[in-house]
């Protein structure tokens, strides 16, 4: 088994084939992409192949360091920043070709007109905590 | 309160119950109740015989369960009016167990789950702490293989290849939670050596033996990985590569050679070198032919490119490594460690860089990074 985190972008991944602002949406539609997200997130339950999902603010904060005894300098949000990230499920599944399979169902959430929005999901393996014995 | 007790009595009283009658599934549930009564109740009130109680316990609410359901009433009566035998010597229903819970319909991680419970005694919390998953998921994927297994017949014939490769996943799991895997994995193999004397489950055991003697040495204070050569071999624990050493060559004796003796073989000749100068390399080549001959498995050809490398030369493990796909998880480590000791730093910088952007864990990602760091610093003086 191996962990991937699927990565849902508000911006920065590539357009989705259904294309159509969330808030253009009907609210029947919303609530069946919402409850389309619920229900693969239990069935991940079900199948005992998930292990978290989160959804998160567009509006972020940038901190940084700015040197002893003064305050950090905090901006933000970056208007021009190309990548917000919108909220990630993680599984824990048999194979890279499950999670690729995952990442499919959970882009064809329905969006405007009931159809799949097709979005772009990063998938990104997780770095276990250690290594195999190979030696 | 014995909590390893407990464990090694789970697979005998649930074996106990699906011989009177239980399915595996109601037995394992059954047990697991039992085991929480115990848990809770054995601290204040310890009993003097703690797997008659826990028989006893179990049965009555496997009963309990069974009249609540009334589904299974029609067997409960005919269960209820057979004559129940006594505990006596479950070592075969035990060995049932083990091919149950690594039945190949199983996908491996509900088999380890699965074998981790019924076999192993560990909660279900246990077992989802160690894989860093939610106990809902963990409880849901146990529930799931027992669905899966539960119209398979405890009395046929397992494969003892399966189990063996559930028990070495589990062993390669390592240590997260608060449960030991490795060593837990160890202790399975031990008792499944005890009831079966197939020369392969003696292989795995000395394996798991002789990697787990080197376990302390493996990695720094800091958690950093620390290679096999520059491992402080103090640190190997003699007495578990003693026994490895003796479980090996008994196998061995049998001369029915498989995969896990091949690679105990090529464990036992490293716990033997004193200094990493000292390894019988030319001997861990002829063992790797056999592994290869066993399994032609990719990373058994890795690993021998590595050996070749130390037996006859860098140049000679290069030239074993150009025969292979480059897309090999950790073909690039190889390369760039050959490399280096070919006298070239820059590709093997280049190389070491390349490995660490695809390396499978952290302290790995960081030991090859600090490889490329190590050889760049050493270019720019």
């Given amino acids: ?135 | 309160m014995d909590e390893a007790l407990l464990r090694t009595l789970t697979p005998t009283v649930i074996s106990i119950l699906v011989r009177r009658g239980a399915d595996f599934a109601a037995a394992e549930d059954a047990v697991q109740d039992a085991l929480v009564e115990a848990v809770r109740g054995w601290p204040d009130d310890p009993p003097r015989d703690p797997k008659g109680w826990l028989v006893t316990v179990a049965w009555r609410k496997f009963l309990d369960a069974a009249r609540a359901d009334a589904s299974r009433r029609h067997r409960e009566v005919r269960v209820e009016g057979e004559r129940i035998p006594g505990p006596g010597e479950v070592g075969d229903d035990t060995l049932q167990l083990y091919f149950l819970c690594a039945h190949p319909s199983l996908p491996p991680a509900s088999a380890i789950a699965l074998t981790l419970r019924a076999v192993g005694g560990l909660t279900t919390r246990q077992i989802a702490q160690a894989y860093l998953v939610p106990e809902t998921t963990m409880a849901q994927r146990i529930s799931r293989a027992k669905r899966t297994v539960s119209g398979v017949r405890f009395n046929q014939p397992g494969d003892v290849a399966t189990v063996l490769r559930v028990l070495y996943l589990v062993f390669n799991e390592g240590y997260s939670g608060d449960v030991d895997l490795a060593g837990e994995a160890i202790r399975l193999t031990r008792r499944l050596a005890v009831t079966t004397n197939h020369e392969e489950v003696a292989g795995l055991l000395a394996l798991m033996l002789l990697h787990h003697a080197r376990r302390p040495a493996r990695t720094g204070p800091d958690g950093r990985l620390v290679p096999l050569a520059e491992q402080d071999r103090s640190l190997w624990n003699t007495r578990l590569i003693a026994e490895g050493v003796d479980v090996l060559q008994a196998a061995l004796t049998r001369d029915r050679l498989g995969e896990f003796q091949a690679q105990a073989a090529i464990a036992a000749l490293h716990a033997d070198a004193r200094t990493a100068e000292e390894t019988d390399w030319v001997q861990i080549v002829e063992w790797y032919d056999e592994l290869v001959r066993l399994t032609d498995s990719p990373v058994a050809r890795l690993n021998r490119a590595v050996a070749v490398g130390e037996a006859d030369g860098p140049r000679a493990g290069l030239a074993a490594l150009a025969q292979l796909d480059p897309a090999l998880p950790r073909h690039a480590a190889v390369a760039a460690y050959l490399h280096e000791r070919d006298g070239d730093p820059m590709t093997a910088a280049r190389l070491y860089a390349e490995a660490a952007r695809s390396a499978p864990s952290l302290p790995e990602r960081d030991h090859l990074m600090r490889q490329a760091a190590r050889l760049n610093a050493k270019l720019r003086s």
């Fill in chain 1, 1 to 135: 088994m191996a962990k991937y985190l699927l990565l849902k972008h508000y911006r920065g991944a590539p357009a989705s084939v259904n294309d159509v602002p969330m808030d253009q949406w009907t609210p029947e539609e919303l609530s069946a992409h919402v409850r389309y997200m619920q229900d693969f997130a239990a069935r991940l339950e079900g199948t005992g192949e998930l292990v978290d999902c989160q959804a998160l603010s567009p509006e972020g904060t940038f901190v940084r360091y700015d040197g002893e005894g003064r305050p950090p300098v905090t901006d933000g949000p970056f208007a021009e920043t190309k990548d917000v990230i919108a909220g990630w499920m993680v599984i824990d599944v048999e194979t890279y070709e499950r999670a690729l399979e995952l990442a499919g169902e959970l882009s064809a959430a329905p969006g405007a007109g009931g159809k799949p929005i097709h979005e772009w999901l990063e998938v990104r393996p997780f770095l276990t905590a250690h290594s195999t014995i190979t030696e």
